[in-house]
């Protein structure tokens, strides 16, 4: 049994790496948390149209990410044991494995695309839906290269880099959401249209601003650089596709459970896939909490498995798990009592246009929130579990 100062200090530690990673998932989420707001104020036809495409593409995300997830228990594995010219080479792959799948992704987006008019969505949803989801498809490729720079810095336990880019972007967006959405400062009113360039345009300078964050830093720049192309070691090629292929198939089968709901809401009407949209973006924030514990856990089960010390990996490990269980039993909480309050946010119910609308949309969003918090628990365990396990490469 651990005394109550064992647990402070280690969730002290596991919050300074996680907190970092958890604000860099979120910008993720948030992304599509601006866009659900801004385009909002433009109609609950606008926000269905944008949850219709992100749905696409979050399946597609996840994907990569799970694929990606693979680099930072092996780096985290190689800086344990002092190899630091294993760290290169994990890297150097797996900046080339990331951008071939941002690539590769993107291309079954544009094809899966035509699915949206054969899939009883309301077609004034899919008319607004499908160049949104086009122009955000392509920010695949950008956000792909990131994953390869943020697992780097994950897996070197330096978190903090990533999270500023992220944050940097997601202040980038709601700039170029408010000049292209609304049509502000001698800008274009493109509504729905201008979310997606938007959102692409902050993606690609994210990337730019890790990639020149790194060269800068004297600690990092031999690791991103001298990189010898014309050498690919396929056994690290295939230890990245081992450990990341099972990992992006698992990430892949939950998140299109998610994206059914969001399908099936649409035939059932806008107001249903409106609410239910509101519902998996919050669901999606908490979610990520427990994703960036679970990137924690990868990089500290991985430190301790380079230095072969078990006994403290499972300390670490189980350090983890009850971190998550009090913070997700706030979570629940939480969608518990704030139910009700929460979607207002995303809504405007004051003006009397759509009022009737946005009202019916709320009232749904409040009830699918109380099923919400029923799995937050579970949720967030078994992301954390899965992490510790990947950062013993199981």
């Known amino acids: 049994m651990y005394s109550l100062a064992f647990y402070k200090k280690e969730f002290a530690t596991n919050w300074k790496l996680a907190f970092p990673v958890i604000l860099g998932m979120l910008g993720h989420t948030f992304v599509a948390f601006a866009d659900n707001i801004m385009v909002g104020q433009l109609g609950a036809a606008e926000l269905a149209a944008v949850s219709l495409g992100n749905s696409f593409f979050f399946v597609a995300f996840a994907v990569g990410i799970g694929i990606s997830a693979a680099i930072t228990p092996l780096i985290a594995e190689a800086d344990g044991s002092g190899k630091k010219l294993n760290v290169k080479k994990v890297f150097k792959h797996g900046l080339v494995i990331c951008l071939s799948s941002g690539i590769i992704l993107f291309g079954v987006l544009l094809v899966l695309g035509p699915l949206m008019e054969s899939m009883k969505q309301p077609a004034e949803v899919v ?93 990092f720049r031999e690791f991103i650089t001298r990189l010898n192309w014309k050498k690919t070691s396929w056994g690290y090629v295939k230890k990245i596709l081992n450990l990341g292929l099972p990992t992006s198939a698992q990430v892949f089968f939950e998140v299109t459970l998610f994206t059914m709901a969001v399908w099936l809401s649409g035939i059932l009407g806008t107001i249903e896939q409106a609410a239910n949209q509101i519902a998996l973006n919050l669901s999606s924030m908490t979610y990520m909490v427990g994703q960036g514990l679970s990137v924690a856990a990868m990089i500290r089960v991985g430190n301790q498995k380079g230095k072969k010390d078990i006994v403290r990996l499972k300390e670490v490990a189980f350090s983890l798990f009850g971190m998550t269980l009090l913070i997700e039993i706030v979570f629940a909480l939480a969608f518990l009592i704030f139910r009700h309050d929460l979607p207002l946010v995303y809504l405007d119910t004051e003006s009397s246009l759509n009022q009737v609308e946005n009202l019916k949309v709320i009232s749904l969003a409040s009830m699918l929130l109380l099923w919400s918090a029923f799995f937050q628990i579970s949720d967030g365990l078994q992301v954390v579990i899965l992490g510790a396990l990947r950062g013993i490469q199981d």
């Open 127 to 219: 008319a607004l839906a499908v160049p949104y989801y086009e122009i955000i498809s392509l920010s695949l490729i950008p956000i792909m290269v990131f994953q390869a720079f943020r697992t780097l810095c994950d897996g070197l336990s330096r978190t903090k880099i990533p999270m500023y880019a992220t944050l940097i972007s997601n202040a980038l967006n709601i700039l170029f959401n408010y000049l292209l959405i609304f049509g502000n400062w001698g800008f274009p009113a493109l509504g729905v249209i201008g979310a997606g360039y938007g959102t692409l345009i902050s993606r690609v300078l994210m990337v730019l601003f890790i990639a020149i964050v790194l060269y800068r830093s004297s600690y």
